[in-house]
């Protein structure tokens, strides 16, 4: 059974950057397509991005697209999610997600990853 961990949170000031890492433990991540997803104050947790474990192609919300790149290091078993041009409405708890499926392809429901991490916070101040 994988286990994942996030790091990286904290508060940074509108316009700045930060790199955010989920590190698995348990087992590779190397079949596994990840996502990251977020969850702002008050609001459901929703799809930021993904990357497949067969093809590396990415997926991104509208919101995030030429601000936040996801890569992984199979080998380090770790997922990152480098985040640039922060703006406040970026402010919210963030949480890497595994689908254990075996699926090819990218997915953007909270359904289709079985295993999650505790999440980090990220605050972005105006």
């Known amino acids: 059974q994988v286990r994942l961990e996030e790091s990286g949170g904290g508060l940074v000031q509108a316009g700045g950057s930060l790199r955010l890492s989920c590190a698995a433990s348990g087992r590779s991540l190397s079949t596994y397509t990840m996502a990251w997803f977020r969850q702002p104050p008050g609001k459901e947790r929703e799809f930021v991005a993904a990357i497949s474990w067969a093809t590396g192609v990415t997926d991104s919300t509208d919101s995030v697209k030429g601000r936040f790149t996801m890569s992984r290091d199979n080998a380090k078993m770790t997922v990152y999610l480098q985040m640039s041009s922060l703006k406040p409405e970026d402010t919210a708890g963030y949480y890497c997600?595994?689908?254990?499926?075996?699926?090819?392809?990218?997915?953007?429901?909270?359904?289709?990853?079985?295993?999650w991490g505790q999440g980090t916070q990220v605050t972005v101040s105006s």
């Open positions: 997600a595994a689908d254990t499926s075996r699926s090819l392809y990218t997915r953007r429901g909270t359904y289709d990853y079985a295993t």
